[in-house]
């Protein structure tokens, strides 16, 4: 049986103030092409299909539309697709009846139920919410019937979603066993036990000044290295970049189709095909080249405007005839050389390269030197010590960490009443407990 997973497709997001939908339109037909090639017997997403709870009307035809092809180019086709974090669960499960019709099954969220225990003793529980196991565990099939695997689908779980959990992590393991205990119960021998989730697991590897959402203090991480009882192989969506997950030789991020900010520019995109005859496996990467590259001048650092422009000016010229494969460029420049003379400059030697001028950004060079250590080997002030220090030194740290410059003085402003605020709320807390 062969089984193509991907995840992270984040239909109508922009980039820039560009629209990135052709792009994503682009993927999605290369996908249906590796379809009719492959012939798969299913094709599994793994969340974040759309960017927003509220995608464009654009956005959900071109969804609908790659998989009325994908059904009608390989019939058989069994697709299981969950939500992610960016997506909104009753959307994407709205049409699910219908959906299932065409072999199409669609979670959005996981599902409990209330056990009402009959009892005569006042003091004992009158019962507890239970997960809808059931609805969870998807059997798929190769053509005859002869071999099945069983897909474990666990859409994205917020926190508000854990009542009854100590912690964010503790709840998701025994999401996770529950579904193992029940797979176990109805799996035969050789049958594979395959998860597709939407989690952020200990040790995941992200970029810097990726566009990943990671909660401050990792509360919504789930370890995954020390599972007993855990599925074959996990795919998990969530984290961009295509990797293994530490601690385990059974689960892997697949990755987003492509890069969602130039910290990912470097990332590999593609989907998994993974393949099985029976109680082993195989995981195949086919690699995905997106339509737009992402170009930073200087890649590290700054330079001066004269470099930039000497850069700038080897790029590929204009093809006005191809501008759905112009690539994106951020431009960074020491904050103390910009001035509306440089940008001009850049504006204009860029107006004859196949580019998208997507973003100019200002970088203090001393600040930034101070925050991510000196040259000389010196320390400096560690990002990843932020929550030691005060709020306002941590906000200020990190803002010019991420972007380069200080904060304005209304930026300040604004951070000060929230820390203020936070403050009174803590206070009040304690006051109580």
Request: charged share 25%; aromatic share 6%.
């Amino acid at each position: 049986m062969k089984i193509i997973i991907t995840s992270d497709w984040h239909l109508g997001s922009t980039f820039h103030g560009t629209d990135r939908l052709p792009e994503q339109k682009h993927f999605l037909e290369w996908l249906l092409s590796q379809i009719e090639s492959l012939k798969p017997e299913s094709l599994l997403v793994a969340g974040d299909i759309f960017d927003n709870g509220n995608p464009s009307a654009a956005a959900q035809e071109a969804y609908f539309e790659f998989l009325s092809k994908a059904t009608t180019s390989c019939p058989g086709l069994q697709t299981v697709i969950i939500a992610g974090n960016h997506d909104s669960a009753m959307r994407l499960t709205a049409p699910a009846a219908l959906l299932s019709k065409h072999n199409i099954e669609v979670r959005g969220k996981v599902q409990r139920n209330w056990i009402h225990y009959e009892s005569e003793d006042e003091n004992s529980a009158p019962g507890q919410w239970e997960i809808s196991v059931d609805d969870l565990v998807i059997p798929i099939f190769n053509d005859d019937k002869s071999e099945r695997v069983w897909i474990l689908a666990l859409p994205y779980v917020r926190s508000s979603e854990l009542t009854q959990a100590e912690s964010y992590g503790k709840g998701m393991r025994e999401i996770i066993t529950i579904l193992m205990e029940r797979v176990n119960s109805l799996r035969a021998p050789r049958e594979l036990a395959v998860m597709i989730a939407h989690i952020y697991a200990t040790g995941a590897e992200i970029a810097d000044g990726s566009s990943e959402r990671i909660l401050v203090g990792g509360l919504e991480n789930v370890a995954l290295n020390d599972f007993e009882e855990h599925p074959d192989y996990l795919a998990s969506g969530h984290i961009h970049k295509r990797q293994r997950i530490k601690g385990t030789d059974w689960a892997r991020y697949s990755g987003s189709i492509m890069p969602m900010s130039f910290a990912e520019k470097n990332n590999r995109h593609g989907i998994d095909l993974l393949t099985t005859d029976g109680d082993s496996y195989d995981v195949e990467f086919i690699e995905y080249t997106p339509q737009r590259k992402l170009i930073e001048i200087p890649e590290e650092g700054t330079v001066p405007i004269e470099d930039v422009i000497e850069t700038i000016n080897d790029l590929p010229p204009l093809d006005q005839e191809n501008p759905q494969t112009m690539s994106y460029i951020n431009v960074r420049m020491a904050r103390e050389e910009m001035d509306m003379t440089a940008r001009k400059k850049i504006e204009d030697a860029l107006s004859s390269r196949h580019v998208i001028f997507a973003k100019l950004q200002s970088v203090d060079s001393n600040l930034a030197q101070n925050i991510q250590g000196g040259r000389d080997g010196e320390t400096g002030i560690r990002y990843d010590n932020l929550y030691k220090r005060d709020p306002m030194e941590a906000l200020t740290i990190g803002f010019i960490r991420e972007n380069g410059v200080e904060m304005s003085d209304r930026q300040i402003e604004l951070a000060q009443m929230v820390i203020d605020e936070a403050r009174k709320m803590e206070t009040e807390v304690n006051a109580e407990v």
